[in-house]
């Protein structure tokens, strides 16, 4: 054996063990985060840190099968609902036949909901309501989120403990998007939860799309008011599938699914119009008091422009087919605060009890 040789069998030997160090280095590094997550947060701080996470790098998690994946799950804030019957009536001994469901936005869970007191469950509880809470993984497509809902809640209408005569869906951000997607496929499966669905109202929802560069800058706040997640301020620049999606209000698989980037407004396949027969109604806001101000409605509630939360023409998309009377614009709210100012909440019972069956 040559010198050369006996060289390049130790760098071979010396790569192999760098390897294996780093392999088990890393294997370590991602238990100690698993046990941080499982043993050092508490329940509602977990759950929120989790939301963030897959947001951010969501559709990953799930490609790798990731314990970190979130999956999407009906809850009542308290529990994971079941789609058995014998044990969904278990877990909701009270249900009625009128169900308002709540869907979050990106980078955040069920448990998000509830804000500065706000108790979305108490909102139409008077009225009859019983409220179920989606939770799911806003790192994947937006279409592949509602196609898997419109099934999840075909599924959960067949289970309930009592015939479901109205169904109320109310979602923020990107979670309109979601459910608009749900009912485009619910449509082409001609599931029976649509034809429950009586009204229909979104919060903050990027119809036409929301900047990135705001999407990043919205996490980043985020991070930085909870000290156990203030590492992910690095991590603002993040694209997964779902975010690329929200900045583009993609809402549909061919938008995504023969392309490696988001596509154009003038290239997308589709803009599936409002579910028909059913009540819709959007909620915009903006930063500054002046409602006309055109730079006050460019910024809109600091994520997401006014025109876009209300799904008007622009940038050669269509409008959607939202009435007058079905588009609100607050003063003064942030895109977080739209689930849980007083205003908005009274507009939503409004809407809702006005319409109700």
Same mark, same amino acid.
Request: hydrophobic share 40%; proline share 5%; glycine share 8%.
């Given at each position: 054996?040559?010198?050369?040789?006996?060289?390049?069998?130790?760098?071979?030997?010396?790569?192999?063990?760098?390897?294996?160090?780093?392999?088990?280095?890393?294997?370590?590094?991602?238990?100690?985060?698993?046990?941080?997550?499982?043993?050092?947060?508490?329940?509602?701080?977990?759950?929120?840190?989790?939301?963030?996470?897959?947001?951010?790098?969501?559709?990953?998690?799930?490609?790798?099968?990731?314990?970190?994946?979130?999956?999407?799950?009906?809850?009542?804030?308290?529990?994971?609902?079941?789609?058995?019957?014998?044990?969904?009536?278990?877990?909701?001994?009270? +249900?009625?036949?009128?169900?308002?469901?709540?869907?979050?936005?990106?980078?955040?869970?069920?448990?998000?909901?509830?804000?500065?007191?706000?108790?979305?469950?108490?909102?139409? +509880?008077?009225?009859?309501?019983?409220?179920?809470?989606?939770?799911?993984?806003?790192?994947?497509?937006?279409?592949?989120?509602?196609?898997?809902?419109?099934?999840?809640?075909?599924?959960?209408?067949?289970?309930?403990?009592?015939?479901?005569?109205?169904?109320?869906?109310?979602?923020?951000?990107?979670?309109?998007?979601?459910?608009?997607?749900?009912?485009?496929?619910?449509?082409?499966?001609?599931?029976?939860?649509?034809?429950?669905?009586?009204?229909?109202?979104?919060?903050?929802?990027?119809?036409?799309?929301?900047?990135?560069?705001?999407?990043?800058?919205?996490?980043?706040?985020?991070?930085?008011?909870?000290?156990?997640?203030?590492?992910?301020?690095?991590?603002?620049?993040?694209?997964?599938?779902?975010?690329?999606?929200?900045?583009?209000?993609?809402?549909?698989?061919?938008?995504?699914?023969?392309?490696?980037?988001?596509?154009?407004?003038?290239?997308?396949?589709?803009?599936?119009?409002?579910?028909?027969?059913?009540?819709?109604?959007?909620?915009?806001?903006?930063?500054?008091?002046?409602?006309?101000?055109?730079?006050?409605?460019?910024?809109?509630?600091?994520?997401?422009?006014?025109?876009?939360?209300?799904?008007?023409?622009?940038?050669?998309?269509? +409008?959607?087919?939202?009435?007058?009377?079905?588009?609100?614009?607050? +003063?003064?709210?942030?895109?977080?605060?739209?689930?849980?100012?007083?205003?908005?909440?009274?507009?939503?019972?409004?809407?809702?009890?006005?319409?109700?069956?």
């Amino acid at each position: 054996m040559t010198i050369n040789d006996n060289l390049r069998d130790k760098l071979h030997l010396l790569k192999q063990d760098f390897s294996s160090r780093f392999v088990e280095q890393s294997a370590a590094a991602k238990q100690r985060a698993l046990q941080f997550i499982e043993e050092g947060l508490p329940p509602d701080q977990k759950l929120a840190f989790l939301a963030k996470v897959n947001g951010m790098v969501g559709d990953q998690l799930y490609h790798k099968q990731s314990p970190l994946a979130l999956s999407m799950v009906f809850t009542d804030q308290r529990q994971i609902l079941s789609t058995h019957p014998a044990l969904l009536a278990s877990q909701l001994p009270g +249900a009625s036949s009128r169900i308002v469901l709540y869907v979050h936005g990106w980078c955040m869970a069920d448990t998000g909901w509830q804000r500065k007191g706000h108790k979305p469950d108490q909102l139409l +509880a008077a009225a009859g309501y019983t409220a179920v809470f989606l939770r799911y993984n806003t790192g994947h497509h937006i279409s592949q989120n509602g196609e898997e809902l419109a099934t999840a809640l075909e599924a959960l209408i067949r289970a309930w403990p009592c015939e479901v005569t109205e169904l109320v869906i109310v979602g923020h951000s990107m979670g309109g998007l979601v459910t608009r997607s749900a009912c485009y496929y619910a449509e082409q499966c001609n599931y029976q939860w649509l034809h429950r669905l009586q009204t229909f109202v979104t919060l903050g929802t990027p119809h036409n799309g929301a900047p990135l560069a705001r999407l990043a800058s919205w996490i980043d706040e985020q991070a930085a008011t909870t000290p156990s997640l203030s590492f992910l301020q690095k991590l603002g620049e993040i694209r997964s599938s779902g975010t690329k999606d929200l900045s583009r209000g993609l809402i549909v698989h061919e938008d995504w699914l023969h392309t490696d980037k988001s596509p154009s407004h003038d290239e997308m396949q589709t803009r599936p119009r409002l579910p028909d027969q059913v009540h819709c109604f959007a909620v915009a806001s903006c930063l500054g008091k002046n409602l006309h101000d055109e730079k006050n409605r460019r910024l809109g509630d600091g994520l997401v422009p006014v025109p876009s939360a209300l799904g008007e023409s622009e940038q050669g998309m269509p +409008a959607l087919n939202y009435a007058d009377h079905g588009k609100w614009v607050g +003063a003064g709210i942030h895109h977080i605060d739209l689930i849980c100012h007083p205003t908005v909440m009274a507009q939503i019972r409004q809407w809702v009890l006005t319409h109700t069956l």
